[in-house]
């Protein structure tokens, strides 16, 4: 899985492993791969807080909150949820997805939680969180990065020269 700009710059991604060690730019992965590194760029899943399963609410199959597009949480009207914690369908894909628990949905979620905690205590109708995709944006260390605009642009910059005149060289492809 590699990108024109991630082969230019020796990027290796390893899927489905986790790091045993990083020590002295030597990297250890838990499938046996072994290998010298200079710059790490470590992801890891969001796993809900244990503490969760304390509370007696609902929990879905991840163990976050389970919740409705309303953002409110599942057999119980008057309680809300979003963020990190909560496992949020995701509208604008197939049936059965989750949101990502991420800042961007999380700050987008607040704003249709408050919306919707007023239109409960003023008897409105609820709306549903939907989101839309803008894309994402990666940035693979100083004047590179590589970024999906709108799900369809894949667009990769790589600065070309020292000084603060250079332009930057973009590759866009749809």
């Keep these: ?87 949020v369908p995701d509208l604008a894909a197939e049936e059965g997805a989750w949101c990502p628990p991420d800042a961007h949905h999380a700050v987008r979620q607040a704003t249709v939680l408050a919306d919707n905690v007023i239109a409960a205590l003023r008897g409105r109708p609820l709306k549903e969180y939907q989101h839309k995709n803008l894309g994402a944006v990666v940035d693979l260390g100083l004047h590179k990065g590589a970024a999906i605009l709108f799900n369809r642009i894949k667009l990769e910059v790589a600065r070309r020269g020292g000084s603060t005149a250079s332009t930057a060289a973009a590759v866009c492809r749809r």
């Design 1 to 87: 899985m590699r990108s024109h700009v991630m082969a230019q710059l020796t990027i290796e991604v390893h899927l489905e492993t986790s790091m045993e060690s990083c020590v002295e730019q030597h990297v250890v992965l838990a499938n046996g791969v072994e290998m010298a590194a200079s710059m790490i760029v470590w992801t890891a899943s969001v796993c809900p807080n244990p503490t969760l399963a304390h509370f007696g609410l609902p929990l879905g199959s991840r163990g976050d909150v389970d919740i409705l597009p309303t953002l409110q949480v599942r057999g119980l009207d008057h309680v809300w949820a979003a963020g990190d914690n909560a496992q």
